[in-house]
């Protein structure tokens, strides 16, 4: 088996460095970033939506470790940094166990934070947009306290994210804990499920099947996407820098969903036709990061334009699609 070529480190700069949820889509692509600075990888996951295809690249290399470990059970381990990210991201997936997402938010954060405070590890939260709820200020800074529905079908996510960013700074203001806290915004690229009914694998598969491409209500809702290289870089810029305190990692390219769909349908050239369904409940309408903070603080700002990302990630669409059709014929 060969390896990408990572690069060397000596013992002094090369840092074991523990990431959750190591295995999902963003996971693995930060696992590629660490790996190749020449890093010790443990991936965490219980490949609840990850899978072990993302970093098989990986798996036998001297440098890394995959570990089938539920986050909701406490881990000794000893490492320098955590990035916590292990929790399902796609409405439809943190909505199928709603308790378990709590769970996995909350228990599992607090088995980190006591990780990382026993180890004096430092450590990044993934936390979430969904902070801001349904926001009613516009764009949103990480002033903003939000508007989220505690016993809406979205709860289950939002508040576990909201009471994890809690949970960080109480471990940072009563142990010392070293937290960092993103606040990330809707991302997409190549490693994103397939069938994870997020609006962007939704419309790809949608147009590339020439089937009709679904808008949730009325399609004036507006989402900022990033693709998945630029928040991995905001990621480590984060952890590097010595801001503590919640910092937006977002794109604030904003587009309405409806105006989406007919980007992807008119880059794909197919003949999918545009439906309404019914809305979704409690779907914030509008969302654009205010990305002030992590400029100033950890200079970092997304580079790829959507056009950019928007055609790897349907190739990757793709080539996904060719291997399911294969597997299906044999
Ligand atoms: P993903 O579903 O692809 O990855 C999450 C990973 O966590 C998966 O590999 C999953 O198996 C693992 N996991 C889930 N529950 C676990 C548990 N109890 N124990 C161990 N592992 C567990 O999602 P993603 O898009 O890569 O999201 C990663 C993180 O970023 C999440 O914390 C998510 O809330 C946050 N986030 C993502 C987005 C986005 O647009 N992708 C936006 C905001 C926040
Ligand atoms: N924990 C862990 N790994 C460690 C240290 C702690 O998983 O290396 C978990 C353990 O489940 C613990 C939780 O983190 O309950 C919180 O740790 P803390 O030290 O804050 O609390 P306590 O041990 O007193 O419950
Ligand atoms: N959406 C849509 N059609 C789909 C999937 C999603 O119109 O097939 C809409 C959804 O209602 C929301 C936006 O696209 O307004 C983004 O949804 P997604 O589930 O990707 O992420 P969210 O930002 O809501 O977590």
Redesign the pocket.
Known sequence: KTYPEVNFLNYKDRKKILV????????SHLVDKLMLQGHEITV????????KR?VEHWIGHENFELLN????EPLYIEVDEIY???????PP?YMFNPI?TI??NTI?TINMLGLAKRVKAKILF?????VYGDPEKHPQDEGYWGHVNPIGPRAC?DEA?RVAETMCYAYQKQENVDVRVAR?????GP???MN?G?VVSNFILQALQGIPMTVYGSGEQTRSFQYVTDLVDGLVALMASNYTKPTNIGNPDEHRIIEFATIIKNLLGGSSEIVNKPPVEDDPQKRKPDITTAKKHIHWQPKVPLMVGINKTIEYFRSELRRSKHSERN
């Open positions: 959750t949820g190591g295995a999902g889509f963003v996971g965490m996951d219980n490949f609840f939506t990850g899978r993302n470990h539920d986050v909701v916590h990210l292990a929790s399902p991201a796609s997936h378990k769970k996995t599992g993934a936390s979430t947009s969904e996510y994210k990330i915004f809707n991302t997409y490693r994103m499920h994870d997020r």
